[in-house]
Structures are given as structure tokens and as C-alpha cells.
T-cell receptor, first 114, second 112 residues
Framework: DAGVIQSPRHEVTEMGQEVTLRCKPI?????LFWYRQTMMRGLELLIY????????DSGMPEDRFSAKMPNASFSTLKIQPSEPRDSAVYFC????????????FGEGSRLTVL | GESVGLHLPTLSVQEGDNSIINCAYS??????FIWYKQESGKGPQFIID?????DKRQGQRVTVLLNKTVKHLSLQIAATQPGDSAVYFC???????????FGGGTRVLVKP
């Protein structure tokens, strides 16, 4: 299995631009999570989906952030407009069994907003 | 790498020695406690978990201990190897929900 696939791995953009991060979960996994990692705040859950439906988006910082999961094999996290404080590594993770805490993480998308 | 950097507590350990990584959790309602390992440039990787009705669980070269009285979790790595150099995170969740809350992380450096 290829694991969770994220793109792009690195993105550098200017303040005000739209950023779209993409994720392909592991086939058969029915839950998908978006996390953000920074030096100051560590790993933070932004949103998670179960069976393509957003369940908890309480971690989404503000209206500039949105996430979609149009089908079981694809999700996007969009930031519009981006700001320098959005610079972070964004991880996507998927899970088959939510009774435990075993998530499978992608390698992350490092975002730098200038 | 992409993991949290400069302000992490760091544990330096000699290759072959045992490592003990500690974590204090806050939510007494949590039902699962999990340890993740994050190598430089990669996403976190599941190591081992333990349910709240247990106080010890062993895996391959790793042991997790849970002390609910003082809300303390530890990960013991036996015969630490260079490949064990990484940042280690504890995490907690409630079985009724799916939100996994991560701790701040500890960096382990294995000296040859």
C-alpha cells in the first residue's frame, strides 16, 4: 500500500494567495484527519471526516480555512487568503478503526507564506 | 525536518542503553493513550497504545506504562538503536470520540 499521499510536499506563496493542499487516504480507510504542526503549538487537529462527512471542524482556525472530502479517496484543505501565520506543516491522516488511536499519517505539506 | 524543533525537551541516550520517555496527560476521561514516533521529514508513526483499564503493555522493544493516579504515561525503549532517534509524542483520546490530542513531544538523540 502506498500509504497516505499528500501534495504538494512544499509550497511557498505570498500573503493573500489561495493555497490548496491535497490528500489521498489509504484505500478502505473511512476516516480522514487534517492536522497542523508548528513549533509553537505542536500538532493540532483542524478537522476530521468520517465516511466523507465532516464530523468535527472545531479546530479550523477561522473562515479562511475550508476542507472538503468529495469522495472516499480525496480531500482538500484550502486557505484563502493565506497569511504568514499560516506557515506550518499540514498533515493528513487516515484511519480504519476509530476505537483506538491508530492514525496513518502522510509525509506532510510544508507551507511557507511570505 | 518537519517535526517541532527548538524548544523540545531532549533525551540523549547511548546506543544500547534503555530509554524512558515521560508524558503527563490532563484529561482523566481519556480511554486510550498512544505513543507516536516522528522522524525528521516524515509524519508521525503509531508505535503502541494502551487502554485506560490497563497499566502496562509490551510491544517489540517497547513498553508503555500508565499511571492513572498521577495521570502519567511513559514509553520505555529497550536497547536503544540509532534508528530510534526521533521525536516521540504521547496522545490521548476518549473512546466515545475520535479526537486525538497530542502532547508537546520529546526528542530522543541516540549517541553511537
Amino acid at each position: 500500500d502506498a500509504g497516505v499521499i499528500q501534495s504538494p510536499r512544499h509550497e511557498v506563496t505570498e500573503m493573500g494567495q489561495e493555497v490548496t493542499l491535497r490528500c489521498k487516504p489509504i484505500s478502505g480507510h473511512n476516516s480522514l484527519f487534517w492536522y497542523r504542526q508548528t513549533m509553537m503549538r505542536g500538532l493540532e487537529l483542524l478537522i476530521y471526516f468520517n465516511n466523507n462527512v465532516p464530523i468535527d471542524d472545531s479546530g479550523m482556525p477561522e473562515d479562511r480555512f475550508s476542507a472538503k472530502m468529495p469522495n472516499a479517496s480525496f480531500s482538500t484543505l484550502k486557505i484563502q487568503p493565506s497569511e504568514p501565520r499560516d506557515s506550518a506543516v499540514y498533515f493528513c491522516a487516515s484511519s480504519l478503526d476509530l476505537s483506538t488511536g491508530e492514525l496513518f499519517f502522510g509525509e506532510g505539506s510544508r507551507l511557507t507564506v511570505l | 525536518g518537519e517535526s517541532v524543533g527548538l524548544h523540545l525537551p531532549t533525551l540523549s541516550v547511548q546506543e544500547g542503553d534503555n530509554s524512558i520517555i515521560n508524558c503527563a496527560y490532563s484529561n482523566s476521561a481519556s480511554d486510550y493513550f498512544i505513543w507516536y514516533k516522528q522522524e525528521s521529514g516524515k509524519g508521525p508513526q503509531f508505535i503502541i497504545d494502551i487502554r485506560s483499564n490497563m497499566d502496562k503493555r509490551q510491544g517489540q522493544r517497547v513498553t508503555v506504562l500508565l499511571n492513572k493516579t498521577v495521570k502519567h504515561l511513559s514509553l520505555q525503549i529497550a536497547a536503544t538503536q540509532p534508528g530510534d532517534s526521533a521525536v516521540y509524542f504521547c496522545a490521548e483520546k476518549k473512546s466515545a470520540g475520535n479526537k486525538l490530542t497530542f502532547g508537546g513531544g520529546t526528542r530522543v538523540l541516540v549517541k553511537p
